[in-house]
């Protein structure tokens, strides 16, 4: 990385992505593209890190706001998987929660049509928005600003050797997070789940019924719910709905499919054996006194009533 000193303010050059931190503005950020001088992204305000809005207060947390200038006709991809039913994110009313929704996956990674990408690295409930008025990342509890930009190695229209502008920006960003492992063979077929079997009778049941029509199934998944009644986080299978479940996993695999419990993966009751160990882990646990955790009617118990 080159750094220079201008009249302007500092400015930090690696590859074909420059960022200046202004003197004058109280250190507004922007970034270009080097090749063809090209602005990406403009700070309206310098970013601010304010006391937490988080119920309790963390102290040694502070709540962070981003907010860039707007650019006429960009369009912005990304963000992961919504029920919004369109690709450009800018204008989506309201934007999108940071956290984990049931049905809602938010990646806080955009690529823009201008040859960007921005990934706002921080483990952090917030909000993101694109609109006509700017561009805005709030995080509620946060050490630091913590975001990764990255720009294409040619400029538009990306007619040479370096390829597309996509592939850069998704190459870089594989880059920079790690890249995922190859997917087991496995993975790629039919994945069957329903909400819920009851027990073991009943899903190898299923797979026999696929096995017998010559309907490839790769993998069964015993879904939320199906585990003993108990604090959240301690998803054990019963023994009277789902016994010996070592040689039910050999059994499945004989058959050529695997098997996933789909687990209540967002909280922990402060009961269950993991929560204590999960505690000393500095930061990972979001604790809200005021939430109350329920259990699902479905159980066990009132599953055996069915049969």
Not at 49 to 78: D, K, M
Not at 280 to 286: A, E, G
Not at 291 to 305: A, E, I, M, N, P
Request: aromatic content about 10%.
């Amino acid at each position: 990385m080159a750094v220079s000193l201008g009249a302007g303010g500092t400015n930090f050059t690696s590859g074909n992505l420059r960022a200046e931190v202004s003197a004058a503005a109280g250190g507004l950020l922007s970034f270009w593209r080097v090749s063809d001088g090209a602005r990406l992204l403009t700070e309206q305000s310098v970013r601010t890190l304010r006391p937490t809005v988080t119920r309790p207060p963390l102290p040694g947390f502070y709540a962070l706001q981003l907010a860039f200038e707007p650019v006429a006709g960009e369009r912005i991809f990304g963000l992961g998987q919504h029920k919004t039913g369109r690709l450009d994110n800018k204008g989506v009313k309201g934007g999108f929660a940071l956290g984990p929704r049931n049905t809602e996956i938010t990646i806080p990674v955009v690529h823009s049509s201008l040859g960007y990408a921005l990934l706002f690295n921080l483990p952090a409930f917030g909000a993101v928005e694109y609109n006509d008025t700017g561009s805005f990342w709030r995080a509620d509890a946060a050490l630091q600003a913590d975001f990764w930009v990255a720009t294409t190695a040619d400029s538009p229209p990306h007619a040479g050797a370096a390829g597309s502008p996509w592939a850069q920006l998704q190459l870089a960003y594989a880059d920079a997070t790690g890249h995922a492992p190859a997917l087991p063979g496995w993975a790629t077929g039919f994945w069957q789940c329903k909400n819920r079997y009851k027990n073991r009778t009943q899903l190898t049941a299923v797979v026999d019924g696929y096995v017998a029509r010559q309907h490839p199934v790769s993998l069964m998944i015993i879904d939320y719910y199906s585990w003993n009644p108990g604090p959240l986080g301690d998803e054990v299978l019963p023994p009277a709905c789902w016994p010996d479940a070592r040689s039910m996993v050999a059994e499945l695999r004989a058959e050529g499919v695997e098997l996933m419990i789909s687990p209540y993966f967002h909280s922990l009751a402060a009961g269950s054996r993991p929560y204590a160990q999960v505690l000393k882990i500095t930061h990972s646990l979001v604790i809200s006194p005021s939430s109350t955790l329920t259990h699902d009617s479905l159980l066990c118990s009132f599953s055996l009533s069915l049969l």
